[in-house]
């Protein structure tokens, strides 16, 4: 639109009427009289009009320049999405692997406690530990048992989080992540310039930056304004 408003602007209009003439009324007898009278009748007409704004003061320009920063600005702002969405699902892929290596260690801890209190309780029936010993053992196991539902807990959520932020219904690949895996490393990072060349490449503020492109064009449109146009 802004830049069809540079260029001519035509219009093209056309009607058509077909009238009827009643023979019953006074006018309608005097011509009916009349010898080759037709009753009938047609008209039509077509208009053609062109005109063209000379951008004289450059309103027109900065409005295009205004339209453009702001198509920059979406475009920006649409990376910046896609790569939010990307990093919190790789996010929560990571979390996920770190909860079911804790979950794993969790259960393994379990595992030796029990046996640990197995243990303890063998010694106490043979008189070689004391009471307290057992006691010890058996909250130590309980405090590592209450640790597993919390973990399962947190690991359905993560995998639930992890469906939805790849649009699916949460549990469709919950038969793919069932099987614990390493939890990714971050691979190395090459040349990245500056830190004034990262921060030109960030999309929110390339978003901003357009944003005010795209304002600072917009005063231009606002002062042609004050100027006539030429048509």
Known sequence: MANAALLPSGNVGGQAARVYQSVETPLGRVLNSTP???RYGNAYEANVSASWELDLFGGLRRGREAALAEYQASEAGAAATRLAVAAQTADIYISVRG?????????RQVQTQQELLSTINLLYGKGLAAELQVRQAEGALAQVRATVPLLEAALDAAMNALDVMLGSPPGTHRAELVEAGD???APQLGATGSPG???????DLIVAERRLAASNARI??????????SP
């Open 197 to 203: 060349d990262l921060l030109r490449r960030r999309p």
């Open 36 to 38: 080759g009278f037709d």
């Open 99 to 107: 909860l079911q290596a804790r979950l794993n260690v969790a259960r």
């Open 220 to 229: 231009g449109v606002a002062i042609a304004e004050y100027y006539p146009s």
């Open 183 to 185: 939890i990714p490393v």
